[in-house]
């Protein structure tokens, strides 16, 4: 079973950073991915961005050359850099492990953690 610990959201005014982490315990894989999805209250959750074990990373477009995703293998820990923040930033940042092994997939989510901006 895989646990999912995030830490670093809060209250950032406008144009801010902030930096959001997540640790993972149990059988991790090098297959893994690990990322971070946010969600807005009424709204879907959204990816904000994704990254494999080897670094190869994905980013919605919305958050391209703001936020960087990034991942310590040897932690099991992801995190992510969030700078140049805007009002429209503000949601509920959850880590997410993407496993696919062996035709199965499954899908494991932090408890949450929210990131507000101010203007």
């Known amino acids: 079973q895989v646990q999912l610990v995030e830490s670093g959201g809060g209250l950032v005014q406008a144009g801010g950073s902030l930096r959001l982490s997540c640790a993972a315990s149990g059988s991790i894989f090098s297959s893994d991915i690990m990322g971070w999805y946010r969600q807005v209250l009424g709204k879907q959750r959204e990816l904000v961005a994704s990254i494999t074990s080897a670094g190869s990373t994905t980013y919605a477009d919305s958050v391209k050359g703001r936020f960087t995703v990034s991942r310590d293998n040897a932690k099991n820990t992801v995190y992510l850099q969030m700078s140049s923040l805007e009002p429209e930033d503000t949601a509920v940042y959850y880590c997410?492990?993407?496993?696919?092994?062996?035709?199965?997939?499954?899908?494991?989510w932090g408890q949450g953690t929210q990131v507000s901006v101010s203007s």
């Open positions: 997410n492990l993407d496993r696919r092994r062996f035709g199965i997939m499954n899908n494991y």
